[in-house]
């Protein structure tokens, strides 16, 4: 074979160089008909999860909620996060801090059920473990915000109560325990005082 090759091409050179151009250009083609028809295989068959995440990148709520919901039972920590971000976020209708709250602890319960080869895939996505977390402080800062706004005593235990990780935890307590000791000076009697003293024992204001 080697011979009669090199006899061709020896005795038709010109013939021998279209043949190979052929060869590569068939190749060429060949291998980008691969690599085009591959992009569409992934962006055909993409999965939910990352079309969610694709479509909260571009603030397309109603296209991420969607998909998200899809994924909810397959990829329940990552479709819960981009839930929680959904509710999060106030440019959208589906803005809901109880839902906020409801789905990030969700994703960070169940994030330690995902293998460390479905966590790596993931982050390239922009969805680990700290996101979580920081989006769960997010929507604690709000919930304190709220209670602020409340300014009551009840308000400040159910902060307390749901959000014992939140940074504004001290802030809480101190104000918690300053609102139920300005209660205590307005009825400014005994028993006022001795109830304050047995409720907030380890209180700055006794």
Avoid at 81 to 89: E, K, P, Q, S, V
Wanted: contains cysteine.
């Amino acid at each position: 074979n080697n011979f009669t090759y090199s006899f061709f091409y020896y005795k038709f050179p010109i013939f021998a160089i279209q043949i190979s151009i052929e060869m590569h250009i068939k190749i060429y083609l060949y291998l980008l008909s691969c690599v085009i028809l591959g992009t569409f295989h992934n962006a055909l068959f993409a999965g939910s999860i990352e079309k969610g995440f694709e479509a909260l990148s571009v603030y397309n709520y109603f296209e991420a909620k969607l998909n998200f919901e899809k994924s909810i039972k397959k990829d329940s920590s990552a479709a819960s996060f981009g839930l929680a971000t959904i509710y999060y976020r106030n440019d959208n209708p589906f803005h809901s801090l109880d839902s906020a709250y409801k789905y990030v602890l969700l994703s960070e319960k169940t994030y330690s059920l995902l293998t460390e080869k479905r966590k790596t895939y993931f982050k390239e996505l922009a969805f680990d473990y700290s996101k979580i977390i920081e989006l769960r402080a997010l929507i604690s800062t709000q919930f304190y915000q709220k209670a602020l706004r409340m300014n009551s005593v009840e308000a400040m235990d159910v902060f307390m109560l749901n959000h014992p990780w939140s940074v504004e935890f001290k802030s809480s307590l101190y104000k918690r325990d300053s609102l139920a000791y300005d209660i205590a000076l307005k009825e400014n009697t005994a028993k006022s005082y001795q109830l304050f003293s047995e409720n907030y024992s380890n209180s700055v204001f006794k």
